[in-house]
């Protein structure tokens, strides 16, 4: 049986939840060395120590940006990998969340800060890649192994494929990082997504 919260628990959850809204403002908006501990406790209202009390340094207060950021979209790729429908069908449902979710506004914010920044703090790159790119690719990968057991597509390596297939869906991604193009129509990212499928399924048809 599941304990009730206390109206402690409740309080802190919802202070935490806080901190890390006000921390995901202020990454996004600043970038990760410009935001400090103490910015960040300045905008709450509150004092830095109580900041440390949920989160002993900004590498771990930053850590859960990312988790609450991709934690959606992590729990969109489990629907769109479900089983009980043909592959092709799956797979294109795959490509039209992914591709939306890397063209959203605070995406690209996130791409370029980890981009700008990885260089001199590549700990924000390895936090950003354990929980967002990497359970994203463990995940198709293992959907893709299934249908290359089963035939539908052919025998080949399940990692690669699924790198195939992010990767031909990242160029519109890349477009807008650099700012070559801007906005994203719904209607445009599912024709994305279908070439990128089509692509993917001429290279791995059994």
């Avoid at 935490?16 to 060395?33: K, M, N, Q, T």
């Avoid at 930053?62 to 790729?77: E, L």
């Avoid at 990497?134 to 192994?145: D, F, G, K, N, T």
């Amino acid at each position: 049986m599941i304990e009730p919260k206390t109206r402690r628990d409740q309080n802190r959850e919802v202070r935490h939840a806080a901190i890390v809204s006000a921390a995901r403002d202020a990454f996004l908006e600043h970038g990760y060395a410009a935001t400090s501990m103490s910015t960040i406790a300045t905008k709450l209202g509150g004092s830095k120590g109580t900041l440390w009390a949920y989160f002993p340094s900004k590498e771990d207060l930053f850590t859960a940006v990312i988790d609450d950021v991709t934690a959606s979209f992590r729990q969109n790729v489990r629907e769109a990998l479900r089983p009980g429908r043909d592959c092709y069908t799956t797979l294109l449902d795959f490509a039209e969340r992914f591709l939306m979710k890397l063209l959203q506004p605070d995406s690209i914010r996130l791409h370029r800060l980890i981009i700008g920044e990885a260089g001199r703090f590549p700990e924000i790159g390895r936090i950003f890649y354990t929980r967002g790119p990497q359970v994203v690719l463990e995940q198709l990968s293992a959907y893709i192994r299934t249908q290359m057991d089963a035939g539908v597509l052919r025998s080949a390596d399940p990692v690669q494929a699924a790198m195939s297939l992010i990767q031909l869906s990242q160029v519109q991604q890349s477009l807008r990082l650099w700012g070559v193009v801007d906005g994203a129509r719904v209607e445009d990212v599912g024709d994305h997504a279908i070439e990128a499928l089509n692509l993917f399924s001429r290279a791995y048809a059994p």
